[in-house]
């Protein structure tokens, strides 16, 4: 997923982030002159950090062995730095993204997240102390890094939010398709097993799978078997209908199977018109159909 496009992270709205955080360019340029005393302290900041992360259970789970401490380590040295690099455009916000992404995708927490910097301004906050004596320029010192860390963090909770948007819509996306899961169970016979509630939406998702595989399929036959319907309404009828009729205009006939005898009793009461479809109260017995209809018997074989 490309965060910049989805983020829609352009000069425009680099622009006004940064003005919403008061991001100036004498913040970068007094950023800048702080580098020295960041490449003085940064280390020993870190080593506070992954104290702090090492003494909860759960941040501590993350670095299971010293090598990959190490490379956490030397990962946020460098990320860190970043920080006083006295730039803000269009190639920093990619590389912070690029963190941010890093972070989701190896189930690093917001809540932990935001504590780190937290912690990070906290141990910076005193490093400044004694290295600014004018508490003017620490306080304008530290605001600039304040700033730059909010930026920073807006960027990172925003690709947080949108992964998990995305992975959001990829599961919906999975779920969908094994909502309607047409099967070929021979060559021109499609079978389609419906499990749940029938409302709109997923009528239509049904009927765009069904006429899908059997244009992809050059099927003959649609099984459709609602043993897995809890309720045959007038709703659902009318689906099926519908579903029955458009298969019939692409050449192919429709089985309706997992007929009970209470749902048997609902469609006659409900006036629906069956003789369009041909019907089966078992699937067995609608497999054996629709074989016969493509040309193919069912044969058992003497042990």
Do not use: N
């Not at 680099?14 to 004498?26: K, N, P, Q, T, Y």
């Not at 007094?30 to 992954?50: C, G, M, N, Q, W």
């Not at 689906?239 to 309706?256: D, E, F, I, S």
């Amino acid at each position: 997923m490309d965060f910049m496009v989805a983020l829609k992270l352009d000069e425009r709205e680099l622009s006004i982030r940064r003005a919403f955080v008061g991001l100036h360019d004498e913040d970068l340029q007094r950023l800048a002159s702080l580098r020295p005393i960041a490449e003085k302290h940064t280390s020993e900041v870190i080593e506070d950090f992954y104290r702090v992360l090492l003494s909860q259970e759960e941040t501590r789970a993350m670095f299971p062995d010293p090598a990959t401490l190490e490379r956490a380590k030397r990962a946020q040295y460098e990320y860190f730095m970043g920080l006083f690099a006295g730039r803000c455009d269009l190639d920093y916000a990619a590389d912070r993204l690029r963190v941010g992404t890093t972070h989701e995708r190896i189930g690093l927490a917001p809540k932990w997240y935001i504590g780190a910097y937290t912690r990070y301004l906290w141990f910076l906050h005193h490093r400044l102390h004694d290295e600014i004596p004018s508490p003017e320029e620490r306080e304008a010192a530290f605001e600039s890094v304040h700033k730059m860390v909010t930026f920073d963090m807006t960027l990172a909770i925003d690709t947080y939010i949108a992964a998990y948007l995305d992975s959001l819509d990829r599961h919906r996306a999975a779920i969908r398709e094994l909502s309607t899961p047409v099967i070929a169970v021979h060559e021109g016979v499609l079978l389609l097993p419906l499990v749940g509630a029938l409302d709109a939406k997923r009528s239509e998702r049904v009927m765009e799978a069904v006429l899908l595989r059997v244009v992809e399929e050059q099927a003959r036959v649609v099984i459709l078997d609602i043993a897995g319907v809890p309720v045959v309404d007038t709703g659902v009828a009318d689906h099926l209908l519908k579903t029955t009729a458009a298969v019939r205009l692409l050449g192919a006939q429709t089985v309706l199977t997992g007929i009970s005898a209470s749902v048997a009793r609902t469609m006659v009461q409900l006036g629906v018109d069956v003789s369009t479809m041909h019907t089966k109260s078992r699937l067995a017995d609608g497999i054996q159909l629709a074989l016969s209809i493509v040309g193919k018997t069912i044969q058992e074989v003497a042990g």
